[in-house]
């Protein structure tokens, strides 16, 4: 019995079908993919605008990020913050405005890279270089960007980090060893980083690291961007988190 194979002009037409269906299906999840990483959650038009409008701090957007610096005196310290995934860098502008003000602390808020951390390669000079007349430098997160903050802190060796400062996150690599000064704010009601995950991620950070639990704070009272899914819910004003936030900001830069 003979058998009959294909011609080799049917071979390459299902070949080239094959390879167009993979290439489309690589098209729609990249398409799916960006259209989700660009899809944030926006920050607060009034309390964006009650930073703008503050005398007491001068805001400045530049390719990389947004720096709220005082107008007054400066301490010659700053900070770098990394905003957790997928929310608008200036929902956390009210939150960390009370530090710019009472300590003199500028704050560079960065952009990350499709607004998730992680796919931020750029090195903390990047920001840095965004406040050229800081002298002393920390870095810190919301969440995911808290991680990312971690992995940072020991990563640039252009710049000096003194300082690493948590909301509602905590470390993925070790450096308990690093003679860093740590600060980790966190919320009793937070449903996403919980007072349990932060627990248990402790022995990676220094041991006098300086622990703040935020009593009926959740995940979203870090920043001005509304409801998170999967998180508890608050049973604290908004203000006065935002009051022991600064408060714990404030001593740790003191």
């Known amino acids: 019995m003979t ?3 294909p011609a080799p002009h049917r071979i390459r037409r299902r070949i080239v079908r094959t390879l167009l269906a993979v290439v489309l299906v690589i098209v729609l999840v990249v ?7 660009n899809t944030v959650m926006g920050g607060d038009r ?3 605008l009650e930073v703008w409008t503050n005398d007491a701090i001068e805001v400045a957007e530049t390719e990389h990020s947004f720096v709220l610096a005082p107008t007054g005196d400066r301490s010659g310290e700053g900070l770098v913050f990394i905003p957790g995934a997928k929310v608008d860098p200036f929902a956390y502008a009210r939150t960390l405005a009370g530090v710019v003000e009472d300590a003199g602390v500028t704050v560079v808020i960065t952009k990350p890279t499709l607004n998730l951390a992680f796919f931020d390669t750029r090195p903390l000079s990047t920001f840095t270089a965004d406040a050229p007349d800081v002298d002393a430098w920390a ?7 808290g991680v990312r903050a971690c992995q940072l802190a020991d990563g640039d060796p252009s710049v000096d980090v003194t300082g690493l400062v948590f909301f509602g996150s905590y470390c993925a690599n070790d450096i308990s060893a690093s003679a860093i000064d740590v600060l980790s704010i966190s919320g009793t009601a937070d449903g996403l980083t919980t007072p349990e ?11 006098d690291t300086t622990f703040v639990e935020i009593e009926g704070g959740n995940h979203a009272d870090f920043g001005d961007y509304g409801v998170q899914p999967g998180d508890g819910e ?3 004003p ?3 988190a935002r009051a022991a936030i600064t408060d ?3 001593g740790f830069f003191d």
Not at 197 to 207: I, R
């Open 197 to 207: 995950d932060v627990e248990s991620a402790a022995p990676l950070l220094p041991a």
């Open 234 to 236: 608050s049973t604290i």
């Open 3 to 5: 058998t009959v194979q």
């Open 31 to 37: 398409v799916v993919f960006l259209a989700w990483a």
């Open 139 to 145: 870095v810190g997160g919301h969440s995911l960007g």
């Open 46 to 48: 009034e309390a964006a």
């Open 248 to 250: 714990a900001l404030v």
């Open 238 to 240: 908004r203000d006065d």
